[in-house]
Every structure is written in C-alpha cells, then in structure tokens.
C-alpha cells in the first residue's frame, strides 16, 4: 500500500475522530490548537495502524501456508510387528496428537508371510498380538483414522516381466483374501499400490505399468468403493515438463484416484526442497486434468546421514515447497523415524515440530 495514500487515509480519519470527540470535551468548547492537538495525535494513531495493517498483510502474502502432515505410511517389519495391542494404541494415539486422519499400511504379505490372517500365506511367526492387521483396523476405527491397505511387497531385486507378473498375481489374490476375511467390518478407505513404484515415466508397456494395468481394474471390480492410491518418485533425469507429459499419457490408463508424489528429499536422488516445487506443480496440472486427487509425500527420513530421523529444519522446508501444490500432506513413514515407542534419535525433535504446526493449523480453542 503507497505510503501518500496511507498518510491522506489516516489524515482523514483524525479529522473525522476529531470532530466526533470534540461534543464530548469536557468544560468549554476547546480551542482550535487543542482540536489541532488532537488531530495530530490521533494523525500519528491511525498512521501507525494502517502501516502496521498493511506489513501484516505483506508479510503473510510473502509467507506460504504451511499444510500440516496429516497422514503417514506405517511399513509393518520387525520394528512393530512385534507390538502388543497396548503398544499399537500408542502408536496410533501418538500419530492422532499430530493432526493424522489417514493410516497408509504399505502390504500386508512379504515373500512368504503375511501380516493378517489370509489363506495363501502363514502369518508371521513373531506377532506380539494373535492378528497385527486386525488390531491396526479396530484401533483406527476406534480411533476414526482413515486406512489404505497396501497388498503384496516385493523386493527390486528381480524385475523381469515373469516376475512382475507373478507380482500382479499376488497382489489379486492377497486382496481377494483380505477383502473376504476383514473387508466388509474394517474401516477400509481404500487400496495401496504397488510396493514397486513407478518412477519418473515409462511408457504403458512397461513391465511395472503393465502390472498396474493388471491390478487396478480387478481392484475396481471387487472394491468399487474403494479408491486406489499410487505414490511415484522422481529424480533429476527428469524435467518437471517431460514428467507432467508423461503422466498425462499414464493417469487416463492407471487411473488411480490418489497421487501421492514422494518428494524423495530423504532418499539418496540427491534432491533438497528446493528442487521439489516445479515437479509438483508439474504433476498437480496432470492431476487435475485427469480429475486425480494430488497428495504430497514428504519423506521424514535421511537415508545419507544413515537412515536417521530428518531434522525440523529441513521437514518444514519439505512441507512449505509442496504445500502450495498438494491438497493433503503425508509422509514416509511414521514407525520408523516419527514414533515415541522406536524413540530413534532426533524423534522428538520432529514430532514436537509438526505438532506446533498442527496446532497453528488448528488455530486457537474457542
């Protein structure tokens, strides 16, 4: 706001201020230097408070609103599988302090286990409660926490197409199962995929896509209620503009309902927040026009200094960079870098961050 036209504004308020005042002076009609006085006072009053009503609103255009992280993946390994139902309610009860609305389980069945009581695949042997998958579902339902259920994992190690195929198999069969055993009574939002992202682009005969293509639709036609969340990676081989034109090209064929884009700043792509903004944003326009919901996933991790917990500092960063672009914020993952029962180092550094944050959203209690 120019300073003239603040100084003219306020000018004419005292004027304004001082005529209403002057039937209330006390004693005889006041002189005209005390009117002036007045005036004058009240000149520097009113000046003050529209400087100060226009730096407010200057500094909150310059300073982006900061979307809470309300949602996180849990990976289930022998970090929390080992969790007694006590234990698990902590856990959940933690995230719930953070603002989480949204429980992400990465899969439910790895190799030759699983993590829930399906047909094709014997539970875990070391389980600190009789059913880990039941007791995640009764606690968010408890707990009104949105779950998405992620399928089958696999590792990198073999990527041929025989391999992803048979990836595919079993992730239908795994979702048959567990839509039969806990689907109907579980809190369910919707379906994970894959364990194998897709990152960057790739064209629609890739063997990763091809499983996608195999997968979703069956997805679709025993849960159509249910929506399909995907969270791709990219890097720096990329441009932002080549990684919006690929996905225009793969969103219509996959057709998810949810993009999650991991911002991948945790990892060791060698990104920092401040490469993350355009790809976003480049991804956000492919979203919307496919009519695809566009999460942010920002990673809490620092795979570099030795898979430890990521600094405030940074997260925040992470957060701003994404926020503009994402109608909702997750993160990779909660167990491992953001819990109080793991207690990794710089844990609570973190969480009492984004709890700050949290509360800012929330805005004071009534």
């Given at each position: ?115 829930c009581r ?99 639709p069956y ?138 944050l949290a ?8």
């Open positions: 706001m120019p300073t003239k036209r603040l100084i003219r504004w306020s000018g004419e308020l005292s004027q304004k201020l001082g005529g209403a005042l002057r039937p209330w002076l006390p004693g005889t009609p006041p002189s005209k230097r005390g009117v002036h006085r007045i005036q004058s006072r009240l000149l520097v009053l009113g000046l003050a408070v529209l400087l100060g009503v226009a730096a407010a609103t200057q500094t909150s255009a310059k300073t982006p609103a900061l979307k809470p992280i309300t949602g996180a993946f849990v990976q289930l390994d022998g970090t929390n599988l080992t969790w007694t139902h006590q234990q698990w309610q902590q856990e959940l009860e933690s995230m719930r302090k953070l603002g989480m609305d949204t429980l992400i389980i990465d899969g439910v069945a790895l190799n030759e286990y699983a993590f399906i047909d094709s695949y014997p539970i875990w042997p070391n389980c600190g409660t009789e059913d880990p998958l039941k007791t995640l579902l009764s606690i968010s339902e408890q707990l009104d926490i949105q779950v998405w259920v992620g399928l089958y994992r696999q590792g990198w190690e073999d990527q041929t197409p025989p391999a992803f195929e048979e990836f595919a198999r079993r992730c239908k069969t795994v979702a048959d199962e567990f839509w039969d055993r806990y689907g109907k009574a579980a809190p369910l939002a919707g379906w994970y995929l894959l364990n194998w992202e897709i990152g960057n682009t790739a064209p629609l005969d890739n063997i990763g896509v091809k499983a996608y293509l195999d997968v979703v997805l679709r036609n025993l849960t159509p209620n249910l929506s399909i969340l995907i969270s791709p990676y990219f890097t720096l081989d990329i441009t932002p503009a080549a990684l919006e034109e690929g996905w225009r090209t793969m969103l219509p064929a996959i057709k998810p309902d949810i993009v999650a884009l991991q911002d991948g700043v945790g990892c060791d792509r060698k990104l920092t927040p401040d490469d993350t903004g355009p790809y976003f944003q480049a991804l956000a326009r492919a979203c919307k026009d496919s009519r695809v919901r566009f999460w942010g996933n920002v990673e809490t991790f620092d795979q570099p200094a030795g898979w430890k917990t990521a600094t405030p500092d940074r997260v925040l960063r992470q957060i701003e960079t994404v926020s503009p672009h994402c109608e909702k914020v997750i993160t990779w993952e909660y167990s491992h870098y953001l819990s109080p029962l793991t207690a990794r180092e710089g844990w609570k550094d973190l969480y009492d961050a984004l709890a700050k509360r800012e959203e929330a805005g004071p209690h009534p």
